[in-house]
Each structure stands twice: as structure tokens, then as C-alpha cells.
């Protein structure tokens, strides 16, 4: 039970009062913006400084964790269930409060701009789960991706079909009838329609086959070529690694390793612990 | 004990679970492994009555289970606990524990009007089995504590924990470890295996740590897509191909370290 | 100065629910009345006369015994009201009766309430089903009309009435192809209409409310043409349905209880001066229910509900001088000077039985869009 | 302060203003006995079917948008039981309508049992679909001969079968069975569904009931009402004139008409008092048990508790027609307390939407706030009316006493009920979601 | 057997009104449609929210019929309509910031959200009494027929006559005219289409940049405008009086349930089917039966399935029985 009385329903889940279809699961982070200011200094070109934060008044579960990707990089982070790999990812992206740390965008502390703003800023987010609208056609999907853009967007559209085929011959299908894989394709296809400057994935090939993932993490690459940084998170840690220019391992929610990925996957340490041996 | 025939389970267009066969031998204990999305808590959901099959059966000691809800099959000795812990949230961790046993007397309305001598008589012994749960799964220190207020391991070890309320046939444990301490991951390891022998409960357990499916159990079955992918021995499963492609992870090199690790 | 007494009239009206949109009107018929009264002069040795309204919600009998003993703790000397027959009879067995209370309703018409040992203290001025029944079987009659489609608003009044006219008529050997109830306060009619319509019959009767159900159904046959002529009973009759529904109401039928169209007439003209509509349905009752307390008052020389309620059927029957609206004060005078008067108000009060109105009727058609008064019954 | 003594308080709060409506005319207040302790009736009545709402919904989640059904079934117990018998009735028709009742319910057996022993397929159709319109106009063909019957007898004044002239407090508990019958026959459908439609299910049904009990005249005269219901006690005119109790009060020093009324309305309050504290007694006892565990963990995790063996859809059932029924007991009691039944008063915004301001102003999940709520909205119900009255007045104080706007308010005031009632509801949703005494 | 009189009968009783009666309930029911698939909580200020905008109307026909304004056969109200919208959005727009947003900030439940509208609704409930009275108000002038029964017969020399009022007209045609424009702007604009996301999944609504307030600001003009058309066609057809309005949630509800809520083509079908159960199933046959029966077989009674006081409680059976068959309503109640 939450202690906020407004959320207490009391078990109710009558169909013909509320719909639960849909809602809301985030905690509310930043509602309204604040101001930014310029970085002075060299930083990455994104990064989550030394972040310390939870959800609603609850514990820490980050603990001044730190991460950061350049243009034409990818960085991973792996770790154990409920090391708090989403949840930095979450406070990259502004759905948590950090309660000490910054995050830094292309010269700029984003640390107290909203979700909404953060996109329009040009950040791309892939979440974990449920990250397609079911209901929408994958096109429709595709065009809530590039929302906040006002110029042409058929370009771009073109751009993310010649990358993902198989999305330009279901187009017009509702995504909610896709198999797993595809929507997965869908779910980044979205994210790309934003032209992201940076592009945020959240373990992008969970419950997806092998193949798929090969076809995924080909494709991935292939952004990064494009100059965009990719920050993503992954349960297939060493597929991931080895694709990864630079890796973090959280323990708890604290950095408890970090190096490039061939070096993560060189140390025994790191293997022996979370690549499975 | 419990033979699944040929069990489907679509969401909508999707084949969650999809023609899986297979038979948990009474008194075993059962590994049941896979990537992410194979299906097996849907399984689980399905053998459990949680979710009715699409088609196929479900059978328990010989007698026809398939769509029975879970309260009936609780009371055929059938008990889970679930992936993700399902807590009573605004129950103190003892409460938790004290609302398991099925037909408490103190159940009935009628007899906490007219029969409250009995209820707490019932309510002590109800207590001092709780607390010795409790001291086992080394939580005696939160049992008053609301169960929404404590970490998501002690979560996990309160829901283990009401399985040891009452005296179970078979055990399904979807993930029990992730997100508990490894020391205490292999105490409880050491609990089920006490269970298994001295009270001959059969478990099927769900988990992602090789080594803590290595030290219980013997039948290891594979899920992948939906379909069972293979089933033996754990040193048979870690030599089927299929599985190290689909599972344990590509090239012999992975294969070596793994058995280091075992 | 000259306010040397105080008298107190509680006005329990159904100011919200159901029928909100007649409480008004009524309310303020009644309270016509009692300031006719006061400016006269002449009641009790100028007394004024204070209204105190209170809500019945027309439906909620607890609210409305509760507003009731709050208006006898006020000091209130006789109850106008209540509008709904469910909270009248609240009203009168949980306060009035017990209280020793006087208290005329303007509108309940439920045959039940006459049987309660009422103690001699509840009237009505709402005329009796069972009579306004027969007249509407005579007016059928004598107008050739053979069958009939009956519909009725879905409460006592109605149904009341609807018994009664179906009763007085198949006697009189017509027939009633179909007696269906309507509700009021839902807008589509178009269901009863179709039964209405199938059924068949030379004409519809409506015992219903001209503003509420009634005017629904009457606007819904027109417009399907499933009916071009109607039957109106007392809860029809009222200026407001001819302006409403227009040319196609002429040739409609029915009557109003009302010996001459003196009282009515004057009244919607006093009603019009006051600025509400007379005509709306138990406006003119509640006139006639305020004024009757009232000279029952002066007849009695007492506002005591124990002297004055044994007055209130001398003040209403003959004989006497016939006493119309806007003669309030004369008759008080003349009931001073000792003369007898009788009561006829807007609504041609007579007061027969247990405390029952009765009396003439008033056969009415619409010609050329307005009600014109055809004969007397 | 503490949290008891903070909601004795509250209780002691409600008190005084019933007190002070007994005893000052300052304001809102009426200054009379017999306003205060009619006020507190009702509010007793209403504390009970909060009680009943708070249970449904404070300690199983389920949503009853059906109360007034539930309550007109209480009142209709009333008359079936209390009211002395039609003479004649049963002979002219009494029998066969029971006997037709019996006859279509055995159609509906016949076709369950139809459905659950034939395989599924045309035959079934075709045997259902012949049976339940053979079944249809059999029924008719003796019901309505039946119930002309009864209804022809005369119906000004009759035309019912009447009750069974016993007691009338048996009715209360006859009441609450009713009200229990029908929640059971609502919940085994409305409860099966796979998602759960249980409001508007409820509000469907109650609607349905209340237009049986409107349009079967056979049944409880319909829209005609049934007025001068027995009562519990001997009515005031009788004693007035009842030597011995004129004897009585003169020793107290009332006057025998305030002696008598106050004498009925205090007979009432008592025995009222006494339902609510024993129906709060148990309810009580039952939430502080193994049960009220149980029932807690299921609105907190069906899915868990359902896995540990308690019957989730069971227990919903079960807690709903138990509420159900304690609204059926107050319908009883508030029929009885107004001595009569008047079907066509039972209407959604007094009877469903209003309990439901007062269990959730009082704080849904605890019982004492529902009885809180339930006399305390109660009051302002009645006595906002006069407030309404006062403020505009005050608010209006520099116009003309003839000014357009002022007397439009003033016509007006009525209304100022249901904008408060809005008002009360949204503030504490707001300021005090949990209500005025919220769950522990 | 005359089979055009009973067409034309048929057409006339039950046909015409129903298809009006369905379109009004329909509009209603994709006002609450909307609101449950975007918001998520059922309405239960719809009814009250219909007369607000209708007394809006209402208000602005009077002074453009006292300035001598009208629009010829047609009703003037339609001209005030706009406006009736505008006064409307304005009271919705309020509530949602002094009542709604507070919630939302707070993630309450839906549950909560329904409670609350319980408030609004009784508030404005006494709002609108205040204001106009809780008397009946009619504002419908201009033409009122396009047929007449009368004109049909003579026209066509058949004995039943067909009417076809304006208001039924404007009604049907209006209904299919928002109808499709809601469709339009769902299924076509970018706003729409960004409500769908939203009704959909509003966290990666949120990611997509969609900001809530806004499309929950859209929703609540909408749930405005369909209102308002809604009440006022109900009150030009038929007449204006709160109380009416208030009950009129009860089958606007059963209509938005029976269709699937959350689905607007659900609502457009269910509120179809509970304005025709009521009227077909207790109409009686009898006038039918005696132009296609041979003389000798007509029918002696009414041939009426169930008395038309049991209309509200048809509509309510074939709800459960839809519920019990099709627990998610005819079409699968999902969203926007
Ligand atoms: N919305 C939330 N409110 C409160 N606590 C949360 C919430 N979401 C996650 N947590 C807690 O935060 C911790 C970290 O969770 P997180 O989702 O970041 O883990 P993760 O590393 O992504 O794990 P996984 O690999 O399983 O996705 C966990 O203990 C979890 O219980
Ligand atoms: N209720 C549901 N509706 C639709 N799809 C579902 C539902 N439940 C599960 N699925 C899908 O079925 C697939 C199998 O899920 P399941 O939870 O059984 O996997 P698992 O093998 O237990 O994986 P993990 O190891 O991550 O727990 C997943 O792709 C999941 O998204
Ligand atoms: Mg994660
Ligand atoms: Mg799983």
C-alpha cells in the first residue's frame, strides 16, 4: 500500500467505474521545468553525474552513480535485477527526482528539466516494457515518435523503414498485433523518429530470439555510425559488451565496475559474477 | 505428479506458451530454466489455474486439474509463490503469514461472533508458527512491519514463506532468488532440499542462477518460445546445444566457465 | 405598529426533486394568498400573515418530517402542503396528526390517506379521482367518443385517476384500448406513444401534469400523428399547454374542477400581476388551500389548529356568499360581521367527506389556441 | 490528541448539534425535541446503511451504485409482513399468482438444467428457446388472470395481497433476507463476470426492482402507496388519550402532546440505537478476526490470496450480499419509521449517491466514521436548507429587499442542498481523502 | 395485408423516433466514452454537464430571439449552439483546473476520480437550478416539420402517416456529421492521433514528448462540445429541464457500457441499441399484425411483449445479458 490516501482504491477494479488500461505507472519526476544552465567546462556529451535518488519519498536506490556516453558511442550498463540499471536510466531521463548529482546534456545541466522537455532537448527514450502504443498502426507509432517535430517527417519515416523492412510491410497493422521482435523494432523505431541526439534504450532485446537479437544489435550499431551516442541498458550483458565501447556495472546502485566493453569482458571479476562465469 | 500435455497459451495473436509437454516426477526437485519471455511463469500461471489454457491439459496425480481455480488447488496441496512478489501490502508480515492456513475457524462470520474462544486458541498456535517461519527465513525482526514497507527480498522471503505455513504437496517458486542475498539464496536452498526429504515436498523451481539450480535440482527442463527445449540432468542440459544457443550463451569457451563455476 | 400579531403559515413544497419545476408556482399561489391577506388588513385584527417554506424533495419523507417538526418548532399555526402523496403521508402521520396540526394539501390525491384517522385535521383542495372520473365519462360521452387510449403519469394521482376514468367509462359502455403509464422527468416518450398509438382509439386521454409527462406525450402524438385529439383531465387544463403545443391542440377536450370562470380566470390574472404562472399545475389549490386556512382562522377568531380546523368545512361549503380570489379580504369581513361565506376560489373548492374536494367542473375546449370554458358540469 | 480522543470528538461534535437543535432556536436550529431526536432517526437509518455501503466497499472494494434497490426491498418486506391481509385476496387470485411465480421460476430450472446437461448445438437451441416460450406464456396465462383478480378488489383502497399482519419488527430482519435474496441472485451474475461490471449491474437492477414495485399494484399497491403501516409502539394519538400516560407526563410536567410525540420518537431512537450498535458489534468482531485478515488480504492482492486457497469470487458474495442486507434492514426501518411504503420516492440521488457522500465523508474502511458520516451528512442535509437561506441573505445584505437577483436567490435556496453536499464531498476528498475518521 | 402501411407505421413509431432518441444517447455516450478511454473513470457528471451547456444555449437563443435574430425554419439554437460549446468548455476547463488537475498530480486512483465526480456533479446539479430554475424551458422555434404526418397522408394517400420532425432531422444529421468529424480528428489529426497515444499508454505518451495537460485539455473541450450538441438536440426535440437531464445519465451510461467503454463506435452502437430496445420491445404489435394478418386472425389484444413501464428496465436487462455473453461490451472497450 502506497501512503498516499489519493491512490487507495481499495482493491476496486470495477470495469464499468475506472479503466486501468494504459495508466500511468511512473512515479511523477520533475512536473514543471527550471531553468538550465550552460556547463562551464569539458563534459561528456550526456551524462548522469554522480546521481543519488529514489522514487517518491522512498530509500536511495542510486547511490552517486555515475554515467556517460559521446556521439558515435555506445555504453552499456549491466548489473543484477534491481541494481537500479532502469532506475538510472529513469533518472537520466528526468522520471526520477535526483536528490544529489546533474545530469549534463551537450554542454548543458538538463538536471531540472521535465521528461517532456528533455525530449524536445533531444533526447530519445526506449523503455523496458510496454514501450509501443498497441492500439496505434505501426505507422501511427511511428508519428507519435516524431511528435514534438514540426517540419517533414516522411523523410525520416523512409530513413527507419529502409532500417527496420519488415515495419514498412505492416504499417498499417495495430503494433499491439506484432510479434515480440517486431516490436521490439518498433519501439526503436519510435524513438528514432524523434531525431534524437541521444538515444536511450532499456534492455532493448529482452524476450526476443537470438536471431532477432543478432538483427537488433546490428541495427543498433548502425545508429551509433549515424554519430548518435547510445546509453542502454542490458540482461544480455555480453553480447552487449562486446559491442559496447564503454560498459558500467552497477551493484545496488552504485558503479562497481567501469572500462570499455572488451575490458569488462576480459576482467574474471566482472565475468564471474554477472556474465554468468 | 503433475503431467502437462500438450498446454497452449496465446494473448491474443502472441503463443506465450506453446505445446509444452512434460511430467514433474513426485519428490524431485525440478529446474526449470530459459531466456526471458520462454514462457515459463505462464506455464506456471497455467498449471497453477491463475490463467485457463488455450487448449491442452493439466493433470495432478492422475486426476484432471486443467482450469481449476487456485483456491481449489490450494487445497489439493498445490502452492506458488510469484515472480513478482504479490505481497499483502497493508498486512504486517506476521498477518501475512497468519492468513495462510486454510480453514482457520475464525474464517467463518459466524463464529467470530459466537465462537471467539476457539478463534484465539487457533490465533496462538496460528502465531507461534508464523514466528518460527519467520526465524527461519531470518525476518523475525520485521514481522510487524507492514509487508508494502520492507525491501523486495524480504518480499521475496515472506512469499516463500507462506508456503511454509501448510503442509504442501508440490511447490512451484518462480524466481525465488533474484533480488535475494546469495548466502541466504543458499540457506534457503538447503530448506527446500530439508522440505523435499523430510516432508517429501516435489518443487519446481524457476531460476536464473546456475549454481543455485546446480546444488537442488535434478530434472532440469529447458523452455524456449514457448516450447520445452530439452530436459535431463543439469550436466546434460549444459551440453545440449540448443540450450547454450537459445540460453546459457553461445561458444565453448562459456560452456568451460560454466562448468568451472558449477 | 400595527403588526400586533404574527401569524405563521408553513409552506412544505417539493422546492427540489421530481416535481421542482411546479414548487414554484405553487408556492407562490399560496403565498398570493396570505399576502392578499395582510395587505387586507382584516385578519385577526391585522395580523400578518408570514410564510415560512421548507423542502419535501418530493420524495424524501425524512427530509420532509424534518423540515416539518423544524416549522412547528417555528411556531406555525397550519401547514400548506405536502405536494407528493409519499411525503404527505409522512408529513401527516409522523407530525401533523400527532402535533394536532391542521395541514391542507393542494395536490395529494391518494385515496389511502382519506382512510387514516386524520382526526379531523388534513383537507385537500386537489379534486377526487373518483368524481373527476365520472365527469370525464360524461364529457366522452356526450361527445360521441367511443374508445379511448388512456395514459397516466406514474404515481397516485394518476394511476388514481386513470382507475377512475377507465372504470366510469366502460360502465357507460366505451372502451379503453389501452391504459399505459408514462414517468415524468424523462424526456422520450416515443416508446408510449408507439403502444398508444397501436392500441388505436378515437382519442388519447392524458391524465397526466401539463408541464411535466403529459405535455411529452401530447408534443409526441402530434407529432407522429398518432393521435389529433386529447382528452385532458384537471392536470392538463392550464394555459401553458395550448401556448406550448399551438394550433394543433384545438379541437382538444376535457375538464377542470371550477364553477364558472370567474375564479380561475381571476386568478391567473392576480398570477400574472405577481409575476408566476397560474395556471401551472396545483397553483391555484395552493391559493385555495392558503385562503381556506386562513378564513377558517377568522371564522374560529383563532389561529389555533384545534379551534379552526372544524371551520375550514363550513368556511369552504355553502352556504354562504360565494367568494372568488381578490375577495379574500371581503370575505374575512364578512365572516367578522358574522355572515357565512362560501368559499369557490380559483379552483371551485367543495369539500365533501372526510375532508375530499368536490364540486362543479368546468367543461373546457381549445378553440383558436386558448381554453375556452364549453359548459359547466 | 490522540487519535480516539480526536474522533470521540468528532462523534461528540455531532452530538452537541443534535442537542442544540433540542434546545436553541439560535440559527439553523429548531429548538425542538422533536426536531432533534427526528433528525437522529434518520440519521441512525442512515448510519446503518453506510455501515452496510462501508462494508461493501470500505473493506471489499465493491462498488454498489444499487442501494436503493436494496433499500426499497427492506421497505417491501414491511409491508408482506406487517400489513394485515387483503380479505379476499389470496381466493381472487393470491394462489395463482404464486402459483405462477412458481411456475416460471420452475421454467428458469428447466432451463439451467437444459443447458448444463445437453450438448452444446442446435438442439439445445431449439429445446431452450421452446421451453422458455412455453414457459413465457404459461406463465402469463395464469398470472394475469391472477393478478386482475387481486388488483380489482377495491383498488382505491386495496387491491394488494396485503401482508401477513405479523409484528412489524420482524420485518426488519425480513427485510434484510429480502434485500440478501436479491444481492445473492445480482452477485452470483454480476460477480461471475470476467471483468467485474458490478456498478452498473447494481444500478440496472435497482432500477428494475424499483419499477416491479412501482408497476405490480398486486404486490404493494404500486405508485398508490401503502400508508398507515403498523408501528413498533402504540401511536401518539393513542396515548393522548390514554389515561395512565396522561398521568405520566403531567408528573413530568409535559404537556401530553409533546409527552407523546417525544415518547414515539425515543421509543424509535432506542430501538434504532440498538440495531446499529449490534450490526457494528459484528461487524466489528468480524473485521478484527481471522475473517477481516482474510478479507483484507483480498483487497489488497486478490491474485496472492486466491493462490492461498481463499475463494476470492466467494468472499465478494458473501460481503456483498451482507451488506446488501444491512441496507435491507435499514429500508425496513425507514419504511417503518415513515408508516408507510411509497415506491415511486425511491430515487438514485437520495438513496445511492447520498449514502455514498456519507461513508466516504466519514471515511470509508471504518466503520465508526461510516456512522459518523451517516448521521453528520444527515444533518447538514436537513439543515442546510436554512443555511443556504442565511447566507444568501447575508451575501445579499446591500440589495433591495425586491431586487430581481435577490429574490432569485432566495427561490433558490433549495438548491444550495445539493451545491453543498458537492461541496462537503469535494473538500474532504481533497483536504481529507481517508474522511473524517479514516482507516486505522 | 398491406405491407406499406405497416412499413410506414413501423418507420413512423419506431423506426424514426429511435434512431433520433439513439443518436442523442449516443452523443452522450461518446462523451463519457471519451472520458473514461482518455481519463479513465466513468463521468458521473455527464448528465449535469449536458445541461449545463444546453442552459448556455438556452440563454444565448433567448437574447438572439429578443434581438430578432433567427435562422428561418431552422431552430435558432443551432446559431447559439457555438457558444453554448464555448460556455461549456469554459465550466469544464475550470473544473479540471480547480478539481481534476489537483488528482492527477497526485496519480489517484481512478477510482478516486469518480468519487470526486460524484461532487462535481451534485455542485452542478445546484449550479444549473440557480441559474436557469429547474423548471421546464422550451427554446425550439423555426419550422417543425419536414414532413408531416398529415402532409404524408395526403400526399401519398396511404392511411398511416409518416412524420419527420426538424429536430429529428437536425439531430440524425448532426449526430453522423460529429460523428465523423470525432473520427476525423481521432483517426487523422495529429492532436487526436496524440490522444489515442495517451488513452493508449501514457507513460510513453509522455516519452513521445505528448504533453498530459494538453491532451487532457482536448479532452475535456470535446467531452464539452459533444455534451452540449447532446443536450441540446435532447431539448430541442424534446424540452429542457435539469432534472431530466440528470436521469438521462442512467441510459447514457447503460449505452456507453453495452457498446464497450472506452470505445466510441461502442458507444455510437449501444446507444442505438438501448434507445430502440425501449422502444421495440414494448411497442405493441397490434397495428402491424392487423395490416399483414387476413382479417380474421387479427389480434385481439395488443400483442405486447411487456408493458412500456418496464422500458428503463429493458434496457438494463439486455445490458447484463450483453455483459454476461460479451463481458467487454459489443465492441472491446479499449480506448480512444
Ligand atoms: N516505481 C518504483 N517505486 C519504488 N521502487 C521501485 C520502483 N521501480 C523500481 N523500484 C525499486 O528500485 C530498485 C531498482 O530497480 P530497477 O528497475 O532499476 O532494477 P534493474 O536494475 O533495472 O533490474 P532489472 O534487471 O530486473 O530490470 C528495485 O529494488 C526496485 O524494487
Ligand atoms: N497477460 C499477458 N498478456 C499478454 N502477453 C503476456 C501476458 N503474460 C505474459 N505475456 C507474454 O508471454 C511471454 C512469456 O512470458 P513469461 O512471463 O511466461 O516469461 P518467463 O519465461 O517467465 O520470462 P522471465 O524469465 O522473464 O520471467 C512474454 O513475452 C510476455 O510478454
Ligand atoms: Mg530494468
Ligand atoms: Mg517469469
Redesign the interface.
Known sequence: MSGNPYQNDRGNKDASITSTSGRSTMEPGLKHSGEVKPVIGDSPFLVGDTMTGGYGKGPDILHECTIAVNPGEIAVIVGPNGAGKSTAMKAVFGMLNVRSGKVLLDGEDITNLSPQDRVVKGMGFVPQTSNIFTSLTVEENLEMGAFIRTDDISNTMEQIYHLFPILKDKRNQAAGELSGGQRQQVAVGRALMTQPKVLMLDEPTAGVSPIVMDELFDRIIEVARTGIPILMVEQNARQALEIADKGYVLVQGRNAYTGTGKELLADPEVRKSFLGG | MIVVEDVHKHFGGFHAVDGATLEIAKGSITGLIGPNGAGKTTLFNVIAGVLPPTSGRVKMDGEDITGLPPHTLFHKGLLRTFQIAHEFSSMTCRENLMMVPGGQSGETLWNTWFGRKRIADEERALRAKADEVMEFLTIEHISDLKAGQISGGQKKLLELGRTMMVDAKIVFLDEVGAGVNRTLLYTIADAIKRLNEERGYTFVVIEHDMEFIGRLCDPVICMAEGKVLAQGTLDEIKANEQVIEAYLGTGLKNKDKLEAGA | GGHAKEVKLGILFGFTGPIESLAPSMGAGAELAMAEVTKSGMLLDTATVTPMRADTGCIDNGLSTANAEKMLADGVSGIIGGDCSGVTGAILQNVAIPNGMVMISPSATSPGLSTMEDNGLFFRTAPSDAREGQVMAEVLTDRGVKSIALTYTNNDYGKGLADAIKTSFEAVGGEVTISAAHEDGKGDYSAEVGALASAGGDILVVAGYLDQGGLGIIQSSLDSGAFDKFGLPGGMIGDSLPANVGADLNGSFGQIAGSGGQGAEAYFAMAEEAGFDGSSPYSPESYDAAALVMLAMQAANSKDPADYGTKIMDVANAPGEKIYPGELGKALELLKAGTDIDYVGASAVELIGPGESAGSYREIEVTDGANKTVQFR | MSETVKHSLMFAFVGVLIILDGTT?FGIF???W??AL??LN?GL?SAIMALGVNLQ???????NVGIMGFTALGGLAVVLVSSSPTPGAWSQGGIGIIMALILGALTVVAAVFITKNMTKGKPRVLALTALLIAGFFAYRAVFDPAVSGVEAIN???YGSLGGLGLPVLLAWPAGGLLAAGAAWLIGK??LG?????????T???A??II??M??EDWLS????????LPRPMR???VLQEDPGFLDTAASLGLDP?VA??LY?KITYSLLFTVVLLALLW?AQ??L???????M?????????????????TRRHL?IFV?GSAICGVAGAM?TT????L?P???????FT?LI??MV?VGG??NNFGAVLGGIFI?FF??KV??MGAGLINFVTYGLADDSALKLH?L??T??????????I??LV??FS??GLI?EK | MDLLNALVALTNYVMIPAVAYGSQLALGALGVTMIYAVLRFSNFAHGDTMAFGTMVTILITWWLQSMGINLGPLPTALLALPFGILGCMALMLFTDRVVYRFYREQKAKPVIFVMVSLGVMFMMNGLVRFIIGPGDQRFSDGERFIVSARDFKAMTGLREGLAFKTSQGITIITAVVVVAALFWFLNRTRTGKSMRAYSDNEDLALLSGINPERVVMYTWMIVAGLATIAGVLYGLDKSFKPFTYFQLLLPIFAAAIVGGLGNPIGAIAGGFVIAFSEVSITYAWKKILRYLMPENLEPDGLVQLLSTDYKFAVSFVILLIVLLFKPTGLFKGKSV
Open positions: 432556536s429548531a429548538g425542538s422533536n426536531s427526528g433528525i434518520m437509518v466497499w470500505g473493506f471489499a472494494g465493491l462498488f383498488p382505491a383502497l451474475t454480476a463476470l470476467r471483468s467485474d461490471y458490478l456498478a452498473i449491474a444500478l440496472g437492477i432500477e428494475i419499477a416491479i412501482k408497476n399497491r404500486g405508485v398508490k402507496n401503502v400508508v398507515g401511536k401518539e394519538i402532546v407523546s410525540t414515539v459484528m468482531m468480524g478484527k478476526s481471522p475473517w477481516g485478515r482474510m483484507r488480504a483480498i483487497r489488497d492482492n486478490e491474485v496472492a490470496a486466491e493462490a492461498m486457497g481463499k475463494n476470492v458473501q451482507l425507514m419509521l415513515d408508516g408507510q411509497t415511486g420516492t425511491y430515487n438514485p440521488l437520495r449517491f455514498w457522500v466516504v470509508s474502511g444527515w442535509w436537513i436548507e436554512p436567490l427561490d433558490s433549495a438548491h444550495m442542498r445539493l451545491f453543498t453536499m458537492g461541496l464531498l469535494l476528498l481533497r481523502p481517508r479514516p
